[in-house]
C-alpha cells in the first residue's frame, strides 16, 4: 500500500490518516508526527479523542528505523538513475536478508549458524549457475 503523499495539506493527511487507521484496524493512544500543522486539523475530525504530539524529538524511534537503508543509499549514490538504483537495491535487500537474519531472540551462536548455513547454499547455487 502507498503511504507516500504528493501533498502536504488537510486533504491529505486525512486520507493518510484513514488507511493507516483501516490497517492499524483501531485507534492508537497516542499520535506523534512532526510539526505540520495538517496532521492536527486531520486527527481533529478523524480521531478527536486520541492525544496528538508533534515535536522534533519525539519521532526519532520511527525515523531511525530507516537509518540501515540511508546508509545503504548513501553509499551507492554513484548510480546514474533512481530506477537502477531501486533494482539495485531491491536485489541487494533480498540477498542480504539471506544472510543477516533478525536478532531478535537468537544467540550468536544460532546467527553464525544461519550465516554459514546461508553461504553454504550460496555457494552451491553460485556452482550450479557457473
Known sequence: MKFVQIHRNTKAAKR????????????????????????GAAKRQIMPNVE????????????NSHLPFRKRERVRQGFRSIGSLQHFVSVFSAVRNLFVPSH???????????RLQAIAEWN??????A
Open 16 to 39: 493518510l490518516l484513514t488507511r493507516l487507521l483501516k490497517k492499524q484496524g483501531m485507534a492508537p493512544k497516542r499520535m506523534i508526527t512532526d510539526k505540520l500543522r495538517s496532521y
Open 52 to 63: 496528538h504530539r508533534s515535536h522534533k524529538g519525539l519521532n526519532n524511534r520511527a525515523e
Open 104 to 114: 531478535i531472540n537468537r544467540s550468536a551462536s544460532q546467527i553464525r549458524k544461519h
Open 124 to 129: 552451491a547455487a553460485s556452482r550450479r549457475l
